[in-house]
T-cell receptor, first 112, second 114 residues
Framework: NAGVTQTPKFRILKIGQSMTLQCTQDMNHNYMYWYRQDPGMGLKLIYYSVGAGITDKGEVPNGYNVSRSTTEDFPLRLELAAPSQTSVYFC???????????FGPGTRLTVL | DQQVKQNSPSLSVQEGRISILNCDYTNSMFDYFLWYKKYPAEGPTFLISISSIKDKNEDGRFTVFLNKSAKHLSLHIVPSQPGDSAVYFCAASGYGGATNKLIFGTGTLLAVQP
């Protein structure tokens, strides 16, 4: 099993550009999450999903959108990139009823 | 409002000695606590967890202690090894119902000196 995979690993965007961060898991987990980690800070929850077609906001959802059309995929969309979105983004998944989340390797995004 | 706090940004210990990482929380609704380990340029990996109905959980060199009355938990690593050098995050869950949402602390950078 590959676990949780994320693409791309690195990306530089200009202000106002848009992009989609991809996340795929092959563990058949119902629950998926997107976090961002800023320097010296913990991980902050952006959005989460408890199953295909169901998504909800986390602590810091502004400026982002998500969709969940399949169990495996949970893409994160940035529509109008801003410097404040410079961060490292982690996708995670967990089974229903399980507290442990499994994380992907992260995407480092810089907005200039 | 930081609900999960790790007040020590960094910790340095000698190889073979004990490492103690601390975590405090404010929300009494939290009922499950986890420790994650993170190496540079990698995602966090699960290390050990504890339910609020227990006060201790042990897994090899790693032990987590929970003091509910003090809203405090700690991770003990004995003996510490250079490969343990990483950032350790404390996380708590139980506030989001069945969604397994986690609240993370800011992390402690552990450096184990050979």
């Amino acid at each position: 099993n590959a676990g949780v995979t994320q693409t791309p690993k690195f990306r530089i965007l200009k202000i106002g550009q848009s992009m989609t961060l991809q996340c795929t898991q092959d563990m058949n987990h119902n629950y998926m999450y997107w976090y961002r980690q800023d320097p010296g800070m913990g991980l902050k929850l952006i959005y989460y999903s408890v199953g295909a077609g169901i998504t909800d906001k986390g602590e810091v959802p502004n400026g982002y959108n998500v969709s969940r059309s399949t169990t495996e995929d949970f893409p994160l969309r940035l529509e109008l990139a801003a410097p404040s979105q410079t961060s490292v983004y982690f996708c995670a998944s967990s089974r229903q009823g399980g507290n442990e989340q499994f994380f992907g390797p992260g995407t480092r995004l810089t907005v200039l | 409002d930081q609900q999960v706090k790790q007040n020590s940004p960094s910790l340095s210990v000698q190889e073979g000695r004990i490492s103690i990482l601390n975590c405090d929380y404010t929300n009494s609704m939290f009922d499950y606590f986890l420790w994650y380990k993170k190496y540079p340029a990698e995602g966090p990996t699960f290390l050990i967890s504890i339910s609020s109905i227990k006060d201790k959980n042990e897994d090899g060199r790693f032990t987590v202690f929970l003091n509910k009355s003090a809203k405090h938990l700690s991770l003990h690593i004995v003996p510490s090894q250079p490969g343990d050098s990483a950032v350790y995050f404390c996380a708590a869950s139980g506030y989001g119902g069945a969604t397994n949402k986690l609240i993370f602390g800011t992390g402690t950078l552990l450096a184990v000196q050979p």
